[in-house]
């Protein structure tokens, strides 16, 4: 069993660089909010995670609201991961969002999805299946910004979820906060929000951070700060954190108003 094991770290370690950044929307690091993407909104994603001796590749995806709701709504996406020569880089998400107050006043939005969502399976040379639910209740603050949690269950193969240790953790909690807007309203930046989130569980996605997003405008934002893993021999050049410079573009479609 020994060499097995061995077998599906080296699997887990090969594909580390391909797999952590498949983007439905987020808060921080993690899927830790329970709202989707609004309809025929597409959201362009550039993300970077690096350091001097380690990084991912590039992720560009989008992601776009399919639901034309104000109560349910649904957003799927994909991520594209280069550079790299592994050839499993391509990643699908997808999730259903019940709104807040839709079941009763003051009950939170509701979410459950998927992401990592790979196109190799479990018999692959090297799988990508990374198939992770989540499920997320988010709830607004008086003051502005939210708090919400939830839970995640890998749906890959063991090895994918397995720490450096060879201990098997495909559960864990999602928890996720974004403050109250601070406005700027200069020209070229009009808010700053700062988030935090966390993914527990020493995995490959087990990890937690805090950042600041500045928003240009309504339409496009850049997000940068650290992320800290929970299990730094699974990450690239075992580094215990990477920063992140993520920029974010939404696309609102549609008739111009009058």
């Not at 991961?81 to 079941?103: A, D, R, V, W």
Request: with cysteine; hydrophobic share 40%.
């Amino acid at each position: 069993m020994r060499g097995v094991s061995e077998l599906a770290m080296s699997l887990a370690i090969v594909l580390v660089p391909t797999m952590a950044l498949a983007t439905p929307s987020t808060t921080y690091w993690a899927p830790s909010v329970a709202t989707c993407q609004p309809f025929a909104t597409p959201h362009i994603t550039y993300d970077t995670y690096y350091w001097a001796n380690g990084a991912y590749p590039i992720d560009t995806g989008l992601t776009m609201g399919i639901v034309n709701s104000s109560k349910v709504q649904a957003e799927i996406g994909y991520d594209l991961l280069f550079p790299g020569s592994n050839p499993t880089q391509f990643y699908l998400n997808g999730k259903l969002c019940i709104t807040e107050n839709t079941l009763g006043k003051g009950a939170p939005a509701i979410s459950v999805g998927l992401y990592n969502i790979g196109l190799h399976g479990e018999k692959s040379v090297v799988p990508n299946n990374f198939n992770t639910l989540y499920v997320m209740a988010q709830k607004s603050l008086p003051v502005g910004g939210y708090v919400a949690g939830g839970f995640y269950h890998g749906l890959g193969p063991d090895g994918l979820y397995t720490s450096s240790e060879g201990k098997l953790v495909k559960n864990g909690a999602l928890v996720g906060w974004i403050s109250p807007d601070i406005k700027v309203g200069l020209t070229g930046l009009s808010k700053i929000d700062l988030a935090a989130d966390v993914q527990t569980g020493k995995n490959i996605l087990g990890a937690g951070g805090f950042g600041v997003y500045f928003y240009f405008n309504d339409y496009v934002d850049l997000l940068v700060g650290p992320v800290f893993y929970f299990d730094k021999a699974l990450q690239p050049g075992g580094n215990s954190h990477l920063w992140t410079t993520q920029i974010d573009v939404d696309i609102p479609l549609g008739k111009k108003k009058p």
